[in-house]
């Protein structure tokens, strides 16, 4: 299993302590606000809405607020208005580095994200310098011990599973991303728990990682984490579980 899977299971495992600075939620709104722009506020119809909400919920975010962020997003109430922007870098080692934000001054952005970059040892890249690496797919992560490995596999690819991978700790399910939502409906339906479920960029190669640079690649994960303007980082560095464990 890549470390940054890895990273993402950490991540939601501090989903409580992250909410309880807000940061979270500031991260949701956002999400919802652009998808019900961008595709409607029905998120039947709206899959990137509907996962959105999904999202919310399992962070015990309030209805009311799920509600205004639509309508805001919709235009029914009156809000600050989000735009999408993407940015490259790389980190310590070569690590590839894609940094997703939602923000209402691009300027802002890229000069805190070039900073955040800086600061932890990479540098910001040219648009195109690291995307090609990547490739976006569903993954969903499964502790071992929530599951018996046979059945994950033979539920997973019956329901167009892409792959299961193995890992020290974990399973990584991988969906290409019209295949994510039903794949992750029949892992429900069996009342398997999962720690992740989401559309991501999976690295198509990763770099090695130990020590001093280990530790600034996830100080630099973490940075661009608890910036605002930032909905996603994904990045292909592999750093030992025991070390990612560790240093988080």
Not at 190 to 217: C, F, H, R
Request: glycine content about 10%; aromatic content about 6%.
């Amino acid at each position: 299993m890549s470390g940054h899977s890895k990273w993402s299971s950490i991540k939601h495992k501090k989903g409580i302590a992250d909410a309880k600075r807000g940061k979270i939620f500031t991260k949701l709104i956002r999400e919802i606000t652009v998808a019900a722009r961008m595709g409607g506020g029905d998120p039947s119809g709206n899959p990137r809405l509907r996962a959105a909400i999904a999202a919310a919920k399992a962070e015990n975010m309030p209805k009311e607020n799920i509600e205004r962020a639509i309508k805001k997003g919709t235009g029914e109430l009156e809000g600050a208005s989000y735009e999408e922007a993407s940015y490259e870098g790389y980190g310590p080692g070569g690590v590839a580095v894609l940094v997703d934000c939602l923000t209402d001054n691009r300027n802002r952005t890229v000069a805190e994200v070039k900073h955040l970059f800086e600061r932890h040892g990479g540098s910001l890249g040219e648009p195109g310098c690291v995307a090609w690496l990547f490739e976006k797919k569903g993954l969903i992560v499964i502790e071992k011990d929530k599951v018996d490995e046979e059945k994950l596999l033979d539920l997973a690819l019956e329901a167009g599973a892409e792959d299961v991978k193995e890992g020290d700790s974990e399973f990584e399910v991988i969906t290409e991303p019209g295949d994510f939502e039903t794949v992750k409906r029949a892992i429900e339906d069996a009342d398997i728990p999962y720690s992740v479920a989401e559309i991501s960029m999976i690295p198509k190669n990763t770099v090695k990682l130990d020590g001093k640079k280990a530790q600034q690649m996830l100080s630099l994960m973490q940075a661009l984490e608890d910036n605002d303007d930032v909905s996603h980082v994904y990045a292909n560095f592999d750093i030992p579980d025991e070390v990612m464990e560790a240093l988080s």
